[in-house]
């Protein structure tokens, strides 16, 4: 069984990035056993002071949760051109750590327009880059998910949004 985090850079409780992974976990593919990371509005400031053992408990559950996990998948909205403050304090916080060396990762941007996101996804790509991840190019990919398209239970309903969801985490974790 191959492990997939994933981390949505959302702490908005009605968000397509969030549903998006949401829905991910509850359709991985055969073989693919995925979990969504719900720590990132828990995490506290980065402050390289206290980047050290013992580390702080939310810091402490994300590196293990990371660890834990063959391949990471992250889906976030883009602010004011970049990543939101908190996904950004989320990955300062892997930057003394190793649990994300040489790991698997790719995003997803769930933008209803093609054309937003982009500052995030380049953004990502660089701090993940700086921490040496291995980025699968063939796995980050645009999968819009309208508000619409979430149904009560917190999950996208849509057929070929639940297909193209698990093409991602198949591309992602193939060797």
């Avoid at 590196?63 to 989320?90: H, Q, W």
């Amino acid at each position: 069984m191959t492990r997939v985090l994933l981390i949505s850079g959302s702490t908005r409780s009605a968000s397509t990035n969030t549903a998006l992974l949401r829905t991910a976990a509850a359709s991985a593919p055969d073989g693919i056993a995925a979990s969504v990371y719900e720590g990132l509005a828990t995490l506290p400031h980065f402050n390289p002071d206290d980047d050290h053992e013992p580390l702080p408990p939310a810091v402490a559950e994300l590196r293990a949760a990371i660890a834990a996990s063959d391949a990471v998948l992250f889906c976030t909205p883009e602010y004011a051109g970049t990543l939101p403050g908190s996904m950004k304090n989320l990955l300062d916080w892997t930057v003394g750590g190793t649990e994300l060396s040489d790991k698997p990762v790719a995003w997803v941007n769930a933008a209803a327009d093609a054309r937003r996101g982009g500052g995030a996804n380049g953004t990502l790509a660089v701090v993940l880059g700086y921490v040496q991840t291995r980025i699968v190019e063939d796995a980050c990919r645009h999968v819009p998910v309208a508000r619409e398209a979430i149904g009560p239970d917190g999950l996208v309903d849509d057929a070929a949004t639940r297909a193209a969801i698990a093409d991602v985490l198949t591309v992602l974790v193939q060797p």
